[in-house]
């Protein structure tokens, strides 16, 4: 169940990400998303750069944007 609107569906956000350039970028910023609190699944695209992240419960671009950077990349 969701926290912020009480309902059983889980978010989805299409974000998009700069500076991913082979498979490995992609996988470290799936792997760095996923990793935070409520994320079900985070699929990263080389070719567009379009991140998305499903979730239980919306999730902050704040907290998203740090992750992708800690990963080293930059959400756009
Ligand atoms: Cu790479």
């Known amino acids: 169940m969701c926290e912020c609107c009480g309902g059983s ?43 998305t992240v499903t979730s239980s419960h919306r999730l902050s671009r704040d907290d998203i944007a740090k992750a992708v950077e800690e990963a080293g990349y930059e959400l756009v």
């Not at 998009?16 to 699929?43: I, W």
């Open 9 to 51: 569906a889980t978010h989805t956000e299409v974000y998009s990400v700069k500076g991913m350039t082979c498979h490995h970028c992609v996988m470290r910023v799936e792997k760095a998303v996923k990793s935070l609190p409520g994320v079900k699944d985070a699929k990263a695209d080389l070719n567009t750069g379009k991140l």
